[in-house]
């Protein structure tokens, strides 16, 4: 095939690709974060979108102790939690925080409802957070946005990535 056929057939190519919508603007891949929910003791747990997903997580109690596999560390916040309302199709993951007086969080994880066990929809379970400071602690909060919710970043695929995803971690220093 001669250059000049090839190059002739470029532009027609190229609007075949463009009326059957391949040419979509992939750089217009946005990421958007959602807002953090209010931390409490019992939480009603939220999808990105900030809709009820019809489960509560709650802190039933927590102590500091020495973590019995380190327990020349010191103390630790250990915690006691449940999950109501499960139906065992979703598994939802919130993140906990012992906080100080003022709500200032001071060591936080998440929490998956899969690790919990119990009978259906009251699933029950206890964790671990290590602080700094323990004697600050005065307490343990959940927060209620789903960390399971796992969607692509535009980074990760600029294709079909993008759109609304849960909030940053909670972090040590962050006003609850």
């Not at 931390?39 to 979108?49: M, T, W, Y």
């Not at 906080?99 to 919990?116: K, M, N």
Request: net charge negative; charged share 25%; hydrophobic share 35%.
């Amino acid at each position: 095939m001669s250059p000049v056929r090839t190059r002739a057939g470029v532009p027609s190519a190229l609007l075949m690709l463009a009326l059957s919508g391949c040419s979509s603007h992939w750089g217009d891949c946005t990421d958007t974060s959602a807002e953090r929910g209010e931390a409490g003791v019992r939480v009603q747990v939220e999808d990105v979108s900030g809709r009820a997903l019809g489960v509560f997580a709650e802190v039933v109690d927590w102590r500091l102790e020495p973590h019995p596999q380190v327990p020349s560390e010191g103390d630790q916040v250990n915690f006691r939690y449940r999950f109501d309302g499960t139906d065992g199709m979703s598994e939802p993951a919130v993140d906990a925080c012992a906080v100080d007086e003022e709500r200032v969080a001071l060591g936080c994880q998440t929490v998956d409802s899969v690790l919990a066990s119990g009978p259906e929809g009251d699933l029950t379970g206890d964790d671990w957070l290590a602080v700094e400071h323990p004697e600050q602690v005065a307490g343990v909060l959940f927060i209620p946005n789903d960390r399971s919710y796992i969607g692509q970043t535009c980074e990760d695929d600029i294709k079909d990535g993008g759109g609304l995803h849960p909030p940053e971690p909670a972090r040590v220093g962050d006003q609850l």
